[in-house]
Nanobody, 125 residues
Framework: QLQLVESGGGLVQSGGSLRLSCEVSGFNLDYYAIGWFRQAPGKEREGVSCLSTDDESTYDADSVKGRFTISRDDDKKTVYLQMNSLKSEDTAVYYC??????????????????WGQGTPVTVSS
């Protein structure tokens, strides 16, 4: 059974950094797309960053461009989201999602078949 498990969230001061991890189990990672999404209290889910192994593409939302970096370690079956220069508006629950069918790097949740349980990130000002 495929599972996505996020970790690395926590409390950090404004300007600080965190690295989120998304570990994939129950599936051999060959071709896939992974997206990171977030949802703040009272707000809609927002796509943050994604990657696709089909064309080695990555994409970041304008709100995080230049601050967040998505990367992967296939040996560890883990995708990371390095978050630097964090701001209070980055406070949210962060989710990773995986697609093995569509496999496009898009920031639209409907393109992903599997979701993790989320990890909370709180940025204090």
């Amino acid at each position: 059974q495929l599972q996505l498990v996020e970790s690395g969230g926590g409390l950090v001061q404004s300007g600080g950094s965190l690295r989120l991890s998304c570990e994939v189990s129950g599936f051999n990672l060959d071709y896939y797309a992974i997206g990171w999404f977030r949802q703040a209290p009272g707000k809609e889910r927002e796509g943050v960053s994604c990657l696709s192994t089909d064309d080695e593409s990555t994409y970041d939302a304008d709100s995080v461009k230049g601050r967040f970096t998505i990367s992967r370690d296939d040996d560890k079956k883990t995708v990371y989201l390095q978050m630097n220069s964090l701001k209070s508006e980055d406070t949210a629950v962060y989710y990773c999602a995986a697609s093995f069918i569509v496999r496009l790097c898009v920031l639209w949740g409907g393109a992903y078949e599997y979701w993790g349980q989320g990890t909370p990130v709180t940025v204090s000002s």
